[in-house]
Nanobody, 124 residues
Framework: QVQLVESGGGLVQAGGSLRLSCAAS????????MGWFRQVPGNLREFVGI???????SIADSVKGRFTISRDNAKNTVTLQMATLKPEDTAVYFC??????????????????WGQGTQVTVSS
C-alpha cells in the first residue's frame, strides 16, 4: 500500500511558476513509476508526465518545455516543476503511483495509487 499526499498548489498569474510536491509513504517508493495527471471538471484525468523508477522522465507534449519532473527516492518524493504557466493549465493536479510491468503508463487507468489532488489556478 502506498499513500500519496500532494502539496504546493495555489493561485498564480500567467507566466508564473509553481512547484508541486508529492510525498509517498511506504518503503517501496523506488519500485514505482510516478505519474502526474491533471483534471478539469467534466474531463478525464490528463497525463502530464511520469518519473520512471529509473529516474528518467517523459513529459506530455502539451507541457513539454515548461514542466519538469524529478524524484528523490531517499525522501520518497516526486516533484512537478511548472513554469511559464498558462490559464489553460488550471486544473486539479494529482500524483499517482504505478507498479512496473504494465504495457502503458499514459492513462489514469494504469495507476494503482492516487493522491487527493491539489488545485492549481492560473489567472490571465
Amino acid at each position: 500500500q502506498v499513500q500519496l499526499v500532494e502539496s504546493g498548489g495555489g493561485l498564480v498569474q500567467a507566466g508564473g511558476s509553481l512547484r508541486l510536491s508529492c510525498a509517498a509513504s511506504g518503503r517501496t517508493f523506488s519500485t514505482f513509476h510516478m505519474g502526474w495527471f491533471r483534471q478539469v471538471p467534466g474531463n478525464l484525468r490528463e497525463f502530464v508526465g511520469i518519473s520512471w523508477r529509473t529516474g528518467s522522465t517523459s513529459i506530455a507534449d502539451s507541457v513539454k518545455g515548461r514542466f519538469t519532473i524529478s524524484r528523490d527516492n531517499a525522501k520518497n518524493t516526486v516533484t512537478l516543476q511548472m513554469a511559464t504557466l498558462k490559464p489553460e493549465d488550471t486544473a486539479v493536479y494529482f500524483c499517482a503511483a504505478a507498479r512496473v510491468g504494465k504495457s502503458s503508463y499514459y492513462s489514469w487507468t494504469d495507476y494503482n495509487y492516487w493522491g487527493q489532488g491539489t488545485q492549481v489556478t492560473v489567472s490571465s
